[in-house]
């Protein structure tokens, strides 16, 4: 018989995305054979980050300051700006190292059949953030699925007539793909070879 704190340890791991019951039982017998000072820093760690790591104020990427990594550094181009779906497609576009500009996260796509609408997304704040009028140029780097279509398509036709130059990342990503699981050449490839929508 399995005791109730592993069995609630195993419980919990397997409600992380990705982790399934014989994961997540490895996992927790890991956990239960380190020492104890692993499992107290791993305790502290998910509880820092619940209590610390927020939306950034300008491009709602993730922080654990006002402003994100991202919009501190100087060295970054202010007149691009790649807008993304979620963090995970930023940094994916990070791994690659060919974008120098700003990112501004969505968090989600249009999916109307999901109730989620421009409302529900950050396209507001981006349309703020573009009064400044120092961006040249929005990278649109959505998903290349049906949703991430037609939010591309959405933020087109909003940005066209404020005389920005609006490109999308190239399709070199397959049709239903993730930005988050694309390996670097890939991505690397789709933003050099971006085109003017």
């Given at each position: 018989?399995?005791?109730?704190?592993?069995?609630?340890?195993?419980?919990?791991?397997?409600?992380?995305?990705?982790?399934?019951?014989?994961?997540?039982?490895?996992?927790?017998?890991?956990i239960?054979?380190?020492?104890?000072?692993?499992?107290?820093?791993?305790?502290?760690?998910?509880?820092?980050?619940?209590?610390?790591?927020?939306l950034?104020?300008?491009?709602?990427?993730?922080?654990?300051s006002?402003?994100c990594?991202?919009?501190?550094?100087?060295?970054?181009?202010?007149?691009?700006?790649?807008?993304?779906?979620?963090?995970?497609?930023?940094?994916?576009?990070?791994?690659?190292?060919?974008?120098?500009?700003?990112?501004?996260?969505?968090?989600?796509?249009l999916?109307?059949?999901?109730?989620?609408?421009?409302?529900?997304?950050?396209?507001?704040?981006?349309?703020?953030?573009?009064?400044?009028?120092?961006?040249?140029?929005?990278?649109?780097?959505?998903?290349?699925?049906?949703?991430?279509?037609?939010?591309?398509?959405?933020?087109?036709?909003?940005?066209?007539?404020?005389?920005?130059?609006?490109?999308?990342?190239?399709?070199?990503?397959?049709?239903?793909?993730?930005?988050?699981?694309?390996?670097?050449?890939?991505?690397?490839?789709?933003?050099?070879?971006?085109?003017?929508?």
């Amino acid at each position: 018989m399995t005791p109730d704190p592993l069995n609630r340890l195993v419980a919990q791991l397997a409600k992380l995305p990705g982790i399934g019951e014989k994961t997540a039982q490895r996992l927790a017998f890991h956990i239960l054979r380190a020492p104890g000072e692993y499992a107290q820093e791993l305790s502290q760690a998910i509880r820092e980050v619940k209590e610390k790591v927020h939306l950034c104020a300008r491009c709602f990427s993730l922080t654990d300051s006002e402003l994100c990594g991202f919009c501190r550094d100087n060295r970054r181009d202010e007149r691009t700006l790649c807008v993304v779906e979620t963090f995970a497609d930023l940094m994916a576009l990070e791994r690659t190292r060919e974008f120098k500009g700003r990112y501004h996260v969505l968090h989600g796509v249009l999916s109307p059949l999901d109730g989620v609408g421009p409302e529900q997304l950050r396209i507001k704040e981006l349309l703020t953030r573009l009064g400044d009028g120092h961006v040249e140029e929005i990278i649109l780097a959505t998903n290349p699925d049906v949703e991430g279509e037609a939010t591309a398509l959405y933020l087109t036709r909003l940005l066209k007539p404020m005389g920005i130059r609006v490109s999308r990342i190239a399709q070199g990503l397959p049709m239903g793909g993730d930005l988050e699981y694309a390996d670097q050449a890939t991505l690397a490839k789709a933003l050099s070879a971006r085109r003017e929508l």
